[in-house]
T-cell receptor, first 111, second 114 residues
Framework: RKEVEQDPGPFNVPEGATVAFNCTYS??????FFWYRQDCRKEPKLLMS???SGNEDGRFTAQLNRASQYISLLIRDSKLSDSATYLC????????????FGAGTRLFVKA | DGGITQSPKYLFRKEGQNVTLSCEQN?????MYWYRQDPGQGLRLIYY???????QKGDIAEGYSVSREKKESFPLTVTSAQKNPTAFYLC?????????????FGNGTRLTVT
């Protein structure tokens, strides 16, 4: 079983739609959580951190459920420019901090 | 502006040749990393370095070598021993390996070996 698992998608949604991605992690020693965005043939860029209380940044909302070991990303009012791959990232402590990347969920927003 | 610079953006080599990918950062970050990304797959860690003159193997270090002679620089050499070197290589840095701060990436080098 992978340490961080994401639905690869693709998710195909119309402009203006609300879309949600989930990510599960297997190691309860996971300490920090992030969502990254990666455009085609580009580097990943930090989208937002994920806090236990949940956090929002404009149209993006991130949630963490430690009991069930998953994090989520909600995108409201999708824009064409939101089309990208979204990577779930977990930092866990295992004799030192280690960053684990999910394989990503692809999103296509269409006009 | 502070950032991480990788060069070149595209690199083509013949099989059997060693090639060195450059990574420079001016973020004053202590920790630097090299990842490899293959189509449709997640990032895999090749090597990382917490401080100057120290580096550790990641999950897929075979066929690669690194050096960390300066804080700002962490070059990666892809040797002829690497069986499948064609990939997208990403360099990253974080403020400190010993904490849980997120990684910041360079814009990547796409290596093609024929």
């Amino acid at each position: 079983r992978k340490e961080v698992e994401q639905d690869p998608g693709p998710f195909n949604v119309p402009e203006g739609a609300t879309v949600a991605f989930n990510c599960t992690y297997s190691n309860s020693a996971s300490q920090s959580f992030f969502w990254y965005r990666q455009d085609c043939r580009k580097e990943p860029k930090l989208l937002m951190s994920v806090y236990s209380s949940g956090n929002e940044d404009g149209r993006f909302t991130a949630q963490l459920n430690r009991a069930s070991q998953y994090i989520s990303l909600l995108i409201r009012d999708s824009k064409l420019s939101d089309s990208a791959t979204y990577l779930c990232v977990v930092i866990l402590y295992r004799g030192g901090f280690k960053t684990i990347f999910g394989a990503g969920t692809r999103l296509f927003v269409k006009a | 502006d502070g950032g991480i610079t990788q060069s070149p953006k595209y690199l083509f080599r013949k099989e059997g040749q060693n090639v060195t990918l450059s990574c420079e950062q001016n973020l004053n970050h202590d920790a630097m990393y090299w990842y490899r990304q293959d189509p449709g797959q997640g990032l895999r860690l090749i090597y990382y370095s917490q401080i100057v003159n120290d580096f550790q193997k990641g999950d897929i270090a075979e066929g690669y070598s690194v050096s960390r002679e300066k804080k700002e620089s962490f070059p990666l050499t892809v040797t002829s021993a690497q069986k499948n070197p064609t990939a997208f290589y990403l360099c990253a840095s974080s403020s400190q390996q010993g904490d849980n701060s997120p990684l910041h990436f360079g814009n990547g080098t796409r290596l093609t070996v024929t």
